[in-house]
């Protein structure tokens, strides 16, 4: 079993539409989580970071920790075609600064 | 791509054959990862560096070596290729205080017949 379980989609869905991209893990060290996107063919980039529990909020992205379920989520509100792309968890522990990546789920905004 | 270059971007070669893979950063960041990335598995750290000459290994680092005698240039090589070394490639940097975020470059392609 992987540490961290992404579904890998893809997730089609129409553009304005509210997108939910979850992420699962078993190790309760974990404190430190963060979402990245790739575009095809590019490298990934940070899109949001949480540390510990709760909700953070930057435009239409919503990064939301439930420790006590080992859950994570991204929403992202009014989707656009632009958004189109692949989205990665990754998390770490404090004492150990390797990330631990999800394999990634493919997002499809279709106009 | 953060003041990243990898290079090559693409490369063909042969089993058995050794292959070189740089990464060059221009942010003066202390910690260099190599990772590989493969449909099903995501990201998958290869080796990392914490400072010139500091190395260690990470997931999957059987058939790699790498070296960085400098603060901006962190090498990667397969000593000798095989066909399960055929992936996409990435160099990322973080620094001392933010580990977590970690800036990426734009891949290399790797393709081992």
């Known amino acids: 079993q992987k540490e961290v379980e992404q579904d890998p989609g893809p997730l089609s869905v129409p553009e304005g539409a509210i997108v939910s991209l979850n992420c699962t893990y078993s190790n309760s060290a974990f404190q430190y989580f963060m979402w990245y996107r790739q575009y095809s063919r590019k490298g990934p980039e940070l899109l949001m970071y949480t540390y510990s529990s709760g909700n953070k909020e930057d435009g239409r992205f919503t990064a939301q920790v439930d420790k006590s379920s080992k859950y994570i989520s991204l929403f992202i509100r009014d989707s656009q075609p632009s958004d189109s792309a692949t989205y990665l968890c990754a998390m770490r522990a404090d004492s150990n600064y390797q990330l631990i990546w999800g394999a990634g789920t493919k997002l499809i905004i279709k106009p | 791509d953060a003041g990243i270059t990898q290079s090559p971007r693409h490369k063909v070669t042969e089993t058995g054959t050794p292959v070189t893979l740089r990464c060059h950063q221009t942010e003066n960041h202390r910690y260099m990862y190599w990772y590989r990335q493969d449909p099903g598995h995501g990201l998958r750290l290869i080796h990392y560096s914490y400072g010139v000459k500091d190395t260690d290994k990470g997931e999957v680092s059987d058939g790699y070596s790498v070296s960085r005698s400098k603060t901006e240039d962190f090498l990667l090589t397969l000593e000798s290729a095989t066909s399960s070394q055929t992936s996409v490639y990435f160099c990322?940097?973080?620094?001392?205080?933010?580990?977590?975020?970690?800036?990426f470059g734009p891949g290399t392609r790797l393709l081992v017949l």
């Open positions: 990322a940097i973080s620094d001392q205080g933010v580990r977590e975020t970690q800036y």
